[in-house]
């Protein structure tokens, strides 16, 4: 998320690391929305947040699953949402 977005945008004067990390940023949140989003459903149905707790998932609970997917691969930059990966090399390297 943010160190993500210093990092690629060290150097502020060029124009590509200012969109670059706009861009890393914009992904990262789609990625911290689906989690939040899933763990609220599952707050609201469970009333709990430990796996261990969750006995049963069935056809309704589809979306959930989804959502930690997205949430997952958005954090990880898979399955689609790697699109600011490559534009991240404007960043140093450490």
Request: with cysteine.
């Amino acid at each position: 998320g943010l160190c993500s977005y210093l990092l690629i945008n060290f150097w502020y004067s060029r124009l590509l690391a200012n969109t670059s990390a706009i861009k890393a940023m914009l992904v990262n949140r789609v990625g911290d929305l689906a989690l939040i989003i899933a763990m609220a459903l599952i707050w609201n149905k469970w009333g709990v947040l430990s796996w261990s707790s969750i006995n049963v998932l069935n056809q309704s609970d589809l979306i959930i699953c989804l959502l930690l997917l997205i949430g997952a691969a958005g954090k990880s930059a898979q399955l689609g949402l790697h699109t600011w990966l490559p534009d991240a090399m404007e960043g140093p390297t450490p």
